[in-house]
């Protein structure tokens, strides 16, 4: 089985948070404006849709759809309440851009709402911003690239000026459990400190997205968090994640893509989809995972630098 290339755009989708892409000029509605009052603000705003806030809360949505049904029905004189859709979809503004990107296109959503952790609108997403943001954010990365360069040169050469058999330099980064706020920062670090190295980018796109999903699986299922080591070769990488509880009891079914042990908050924060450790061994060349019940887990993930590295496979 050949491993499957990670391009840059999606390298940015899984790492890169919403409160990077989201807009927070956010245009709004209020419950007692009518349909009417609505209509004549989205189109001067050019806008197709807006959430209903009452305080800093979404009590619904209104879109230039739901306006044309009541025009149709001669009811623009109707209050916003009665027409506006109340189960809104939203997203956490620290999800990662994957998780808007699946709503915004397999469920649909023309727009998604941006909160925070106590439900305050913050921002919105369209695919607009998306691409907009990511976009810019690779033509950011381009223009680092000449200030990077003797960066790079310099680490890249640390193989080669420091004399012994197999020369190794470890990273360690400590994950705190249900950290939210810092997750992703050890990916980001890994991969800056990567392209330092001067390791390939396609290899470091995919080292990025599987560090992140095991990252994210040390925020969202352990008990007192865990650590990321990674043991970086001239020719190989070895990345371990390990924590101390509470441990797997069937390993088989976790690496089911879609099976997942999240506990239902965390789904509705966009996280514990099940599919981690289907997307770590998707980029890796190797992945080995051992775990039981209260005795913790540890997945190590390997990449090779040269043409042999187009293997994958899954050992437990």
Not at 10 to 21: A, F
Not at 80 to 107: C, F, H, I, P, Y
Not at 249 to 271: C, H, K
Request: charged share 25%.
């Amino acid at each position: 089985m050949t491993t499957q290339e990670i391009t840059k755009f999606q390298e940015l989708v899984y790492t890169t948070k919403v409160e990077t892409v989201m807009a927070t000029n956010v245009v709004v509605l209020t419950p007692t404006m009518s349909m009417a009052e609505a209509k004549e603000l989205m189109e001067l705003k050019r806008i197709s849709g807006a959430p209903v806030v009452e305080g800093d809360k979404i009590t619904g949505i209104v879109t230039m759809s739901d306006v044309i049904r009541v025009m149709e029905q001669g009811n623009l004189h109707t209050p916003l309440t009665d027409n506006m859709t109340t189960q809104v979809k939203t997203v956490l503004r620290d999800a990662s851009v994957m998780e808007a990107v699946q709503n915004l296109g397999r469920q649909g959503y023309a727009r998604l709402p941006v909160v925070d952790h106590d439900g305050r609108l913050v921002g919105i997403v369209t695919t607009s911003t998306i691409m907009i943001a990511l976009l810019r954010e690779m033509e950011v990365s381009f223009q680092k690239k000449e200030a990077e360069r003797l960066q790079t040169y310099r680490a890249s050469h640390i193989f080669q000026d420091i004399a012994s058999d197999d020369t190794s330099l470890i990273l360690r980064f400590v994950v705190g459990e249900k950290d939210f706020d810092n997750a992703g920062k050890a990916s980001s670090m890994i991969k800056k400190s990567l392209l330092r190295l001067g390791v390939p980018p396609p290899i470091v796109r995919r080292v990025s997205v599987a560090v992140y999903e095991a990252e994210m699986n040390l925020v969202i299922h352990t008990d007192v968090g865990g650590e990321i080591i990674v043991d970086i070769r001239r020719d190989r990488l070895k990345l371990s994640a390990v924590d101390h509880g509470p441990g797997i009891e069937n390993l088989q079914q976790v690496l089911q893509p879609g099976y997942s042990t999240a506990p239902q908050w965390i789904r509705d924060m966009g996280f514990g989809a099940g599919m981690g450790l289907a997307n770590i061994k998707r980029c890796s060349d190797l992945m080995t995972m051992l775990s039981e019940p209260g005795g913790g887990t540890r997945l190590e993930i390997a990449f090779s630098f040269g043409d042999e590295a187009r293997r994958v496979g899954t050992k437990i």
